[in-house]
């Protein structure tokens, strides 16, 4: 089992920045990819981005790319998303979560069907 603490979240003026936190306890080394995805009522999940635990290599979503940055810590158990030039369409629940160790390898994406342990996730708010 692994579970997963998301920390960080908040309101924020436009063009404002956050850093969220995802904390990983349990089984840590079961999983090899850490992902961040965001929620709005009626809405799917949406992949923000991910890591590669073992290498370090990341994935951003388009919607992000060149404003969020995902980072992990020494101990690969702390996943950070850097967030800058935040949007009110940034507003949502995020979440991170973890996909376990696969046989047959895949590389890691923030798809959210392909991950197995969610965290209960943290609000952030951009106002215009």
């Known amino acids: 089992q692994v579970q997963l603490a998301e920390s960080g979240g908040g309101s924020v003026q436009a063009g404002g920045s956050l850093r969220l936190s995802c904390a990983a306890s349990g089984y840590t080394t079961s999983y090899n990819c850490i992902g961040w995805f965001r929620q709005v009522p009626g809405k799917g999940r949406e992949g923000v981005a991910a890591?590669?635990?073992?290498?370090?290599?990341?994935y951003s979503g388009d919607s992000v790319k060149g404003r969020f940055t995902i980072s992990q810590d020494n101990t690969k158990t702390t996943v950070y998303l850097q967030m800058s030039s935040l949007k009110p369409d940034d507003t949502a629940m995020y979440y991170c979560?973890?996909?376990?160790?696969?046989?047959?390898?895949?590389?890691?994406?923030?798809?959210?069907?392909?991950?197995?342990?969610w965290g209960q996730g943290t609000q952030v708010t951009v106002s215009s």
């Open positions: 890591i590669s635990t073992g290498g370090g290599s990341t």
């Open positions: 979560a973890a996909r376990l160790r696969q046989a047959s390898g895949g590389s890691c994406q923030p798809t959210p069907r392909i991950f197995h342990y």
